[in-house]
């Protein structure tokens, strides 16, 4: 089994300036229940987590790493 996770928008990853416009990422970060975007640290502390030896009992899930933004 696997863990897997679904990581929300961080600007190292994910879709930003170049990509989308400033209006854009405002009306997401509204949205969300922390207002920002999240850092790469923050999702590659989960995913390191999930893979390192205390997230060897989580199998099967699927966590969200998103600020809120799916709550």
Do not use: Y
Not at 17 to 39: C, L, N, W, Y
Not at 44 to 60: D, Q
């Amino acid at each position: 089994m696997a863990g897997i996770c679904h990581a929300g928008s961080a600007p190292a990853i994910a879709f930003h300036a170049a990509i989308a416009p400033a209006a854009v990422s405002e009306h997401q970060r509204r949205k969300m229940a922390t207002p920002r975007f999240g850092k790469a640290e923050e999702i590659a502390g989960m995913v390191a987590w999930l893979a390192g030896p205390e997230g060897r009992f989580v199998t099967g899930a699927a966590l969200t790493i998103d600020g809120g933004a799916n709550a």
